[in-house]
């Protein structure tokens, strides 16, 4: 049974920081590219960052550029999203994902693994 269990939400004040953390289980990653969407209350899921297998191909949405960072470690299969300088706006559920195709987390294809989401609550 394949997992994507994200951890390391939680609330955090407005300038604070937090890290997201996803490990995946369940079969071979290798090739996929993993990132991060979110859906804050009322709005659509939005793209946040992805990661390609090989590391080539990195993508931030423009909202988020220059305050996250994503990482990966393809030995323990881990996606991590470093969150820095975060803003009420930045309240959401942020979710794990992995597809073969990287350009599926930005162009709206489907995304082929889900995780369930953590909650980031950002306080002004």
């Known amino acids: 049974q394949v997992q994507l269990v994200e951890s390391g939400g939680g609330l955090v004040q407005a300038g604070g920081s937090l890290r997201l953390s996803c490990a995946a289980s369940?079969?071979?990653?290798?090739?996929?590219?993993m990132g991060w969407f979110r859906q804050a209350p009322g709005k659509e899921r939005e793209f946040v960052a992805v990661l390609s297998w090989s590391g080539y191909t990195t993508r931030y949405a423009d909202s988020v550029k220059g305050r996250f960072t994503i990482s990966r470690d393809n030995a323990k299969v881990t996606v991590s999203l470093q969150m820095n300088s975060l803003q009420p706006d930045d309240t959401a559920v942020y979710y794990c994902?992995?597809?073969?195709?990287?350009?599926?987390?930005?162009?709206?294809?489907?995304?082929?693994?889900w995780g369930k989401g953590t909650l980031v609550t950002v306080s002004s």
């Open positions: 369940g079969r071979t990653f290798s090739g996929y590219a």
């Open positions: 994902a992995a597809d073969r195709v990287v350009a599926n987390f930005w162009l709206n294809g489907g995304i082929a693994y």
